[in-house]
């Protein structure tokens, strides 16, 4: 499937974050900016949206995944418990 959107993780000092970026988008004539091919019928219209929404919804997990994964390394004592002996 090709992806239009992912998640971006970043910080803010000692703050981390995610954001959702569009990843691939095309351009019209006027330059705005596109995230679904031409559609000429509802069923087009009807499946774009379905990928889009079902992609959003992917990344919605990956960016709350990352966002666990930056508040548990957070944790005093983090290290201390994730290495194995």
Known sequence: MTRYFDAHV??????GYVD???????EDE?????ISPQ???ET????????LIA???????QAKKELRKQS?????GYLSRTVSS
């Not at 006027?30 to 596109?34: A, R, S, V």
């Not at 087009?44 to 990928?51: A, C, G, P, S, W």
């Open 10 to 15: 970043g910080s803010s000092g000692s703050q």
């Open 20 to 26: 959702i970026l569009v990843k691939r988008f095309g």
């Open 30 to 34: 006027k330059g705005h900016k596109l």
């Open 39 to 41: 559609m000429r019928s």
């Open 44 to 51: 087009e219209v009807d499946r774009q949206v379905d990928l």
């Open 55 to 61: 992609e959003l919804n992917e990344v919605r997990e």
């Open 72 to 76: 548990w390394e957070t944790v005093p």
